[in-house]
């Protein structure tokens, strides 16, 4: 008798759980600024040594903001240099192509860069994006800070020539 009112529930649960996995309730996130944070650069190729270094790390693709920003979580420093030379050069790249991005974070800041982003003819056609909303690993604030201030170099070095 227990048995059939585990089975029964677990059928419930399972069926339960099934229908609410509809293809309605998954949001794709088309927005520019999820497209910039999330593109990959494959022509930046630093970063051989390391990965001779740490062989676990061959397997993983660094090669956009959103990826080289997790490795500032790791304490050695050779991990946390290679990420910041690889989001300095990904900015770059960005910049390049008439991307300039910015990194927000804070309450409601996924809806501020939504709205900055509307005209992005405005404020050196900066793309603004939201990286979290109130409270952030600080690793992932050492990234904003990092391509921020990369952002606003090029940006200061444009206007200079």
Do not use: H, W
């Not at 029964?8 to 088309?30: C, K, P, R």
């Not at 500032?72 to 290679?82: G, H, N, P, S, V």
């Not at 709205?115 to 600080?138: A, H, M």
């Not at 992932?140 to 391509?147: Q, W």
């Amino acid at each position: 008798m227990l048995k059939n009112i585990l089975v029964t529930v677990f059928f419930f649960v399972f069926f339960q759980a099934q229908s609410q996995n509809t293809d309605e309730s998954i949001v794709v996130d088309n927005s520019i600024s999820t497209q910039l944070y999330t593109k990959c650069f494959d022509n930046l190729n630093q970063g051989n040594e390391l990965f001779e270094k740490y062989p676990t790390f061959q397997k993983t693709t660094f090669c956009s903001l959103l990826s080289c920003s997790y490795l500032l979580a790791y304490k050695e420093t050779d991990i946390q240099r290679f990420a910041e030379e690889m989001l300095i050069g990904i900015t770059t790249q960005l910049f390049k192509e008439g991307n300039p991005v910015y990194l927000i974070s804070g309450l409601e800041s996924s809806t501020e860069a939504i709205r900055r982003n509307e005209n992005l003819n405005d404020d050196n056609n900066i793309v603004y994006i939201s990286y979290g909303e109130c409270t952030n690993p600080i690793y992932l604030s050492n990234a904003a800070k990092i391509v921020n201030k990369q952002t606003l170099f090029l940006i200061n070095q444009s206007v200079i020539k």
